[in-house]
């Protein structure tokens, strides 16, 4: 509010989705944006929302999709990854690691799955789930710890590197996403970048970029993620088919380039 000097603003997803519900913070976003020369939305549903809750005039509002770009740490260790993330087995080439990737916070809900994958895992030892990401929320951080500790098949991986991330979802056997509510997930479309298949919750901020059994799966419960998984695992023409397509999607609707030249003429207007 303070800031002196012209910006612009870049929605996230919980601003537009959780946010705005909160009066107190809605009138603060409203202030900023009244002040902004401009702002981004990722995605058309996105912009639509923005008008709606936060700022009639349109003209201000951009929609620039993220540009995605990943790269793999080749001193990465996967066993090594795996075992300091108390996943003990001789046969680690023989594992399904499903990688949950999220800033550990409510909003994300990687409770969701933690209950109906530990049965599951019960059933097939080979299934895993490792959460990774960083710990936003201390609080909820101590609550999901508690859970995992008691656990069986799920486990909490420390926070890496970027490059160390990619090299972990790159060796996994699917990226998983289980959000309340998102903007636009940059692991899921570094997922699909990085040739892994993608498990994601079906809501509006993931079926935006997902789409069912063509650039990845969408699951609406926690009974429908294991029958989704289970497809993955034995349909390996449905794999091929949402690694094939996802990355032809991100390479064609997530460029940097693009995304780059986007903001430079963005940038132009605070001239």
């Known amino acids: ?3 002196q000097v012209p910006f612009g603003v870049i929605f996230g997803g919980t601003d537009i989705n959780e946010d705005v519900k909160v009066e107190q913070k809605r009138v603060v976003m409203e202030q900023v944006l009244r002040k902004a ?3 981004v939305a990722f995605t058309d549903k996105m912009k639509k929302e923005a008008e709606l809750f936060l700022l009639s005039n349109s003209g201000k509002i951009y929609v620039q999709p993220q540009g995605i770009q990943t790269e793999v740490s080749e001193k990465f260790c996967w066993s090594e990854f795996l075992r300091s993330s108390g996943v003990s087995s001789k046969h680690v080439d023989e594992l399904h690691v499903f990688l949950l990737v999220c800033g550990i916070r409510r909003v994300k809900d990687p409770l969701y799955l933690v209950k109906i994958f530990s049965e599951w895992h019960c059933e097939n030892p080979l299934n895993v789930l490792v959460i990774i990401g960083p710990k936003i929320d201390p609080v909820f951080t101590v609550e999901l710890e508690a859970v995992v500790s008691r656990t069986a098949g799920v486990f909490l991986a420390q926070e890496r590197s970027q490059q160390e991330l990619h090299a972990a979802m790159k060796k996994c056997f699917a990226v ?7 903007g636009m997930s940059a692991a899921i479309l570094e997922a699909m970048d990085l040739g892994v298949p993608v498990l994601a919750r079906d809501i509006p901020g993931n079926a935006a970029v997902v789409q069912h ?3 990845g799966l969408l699951y609406a419960s926690p009974q429908e993620f294991v029958h989704q998984s289970q497809r993955l695992l034995s349909d390996h023409e ?4 949402v690694v094939n397509n996802g990355k032809r999607y991100v390479e064609e609707h997530h460029s940097l380039k693009h995304e ?5 003429q963005l940038v132009d207007v605070l001239q």
């Open 260 to 264: 780059r030249e986007t903001y430079q």
């Open 238 to 241: 449905l794999r091929e088919r």
């Open 213 to 215: 059994d063509f650039t």
């Open 37 to 39: 020369r401009f702002a």
């Open 176 to 182: 998983v996403n289980s959000s309340n509510s998102e």
């Open 1 to 3: 509010m303070d800031v």
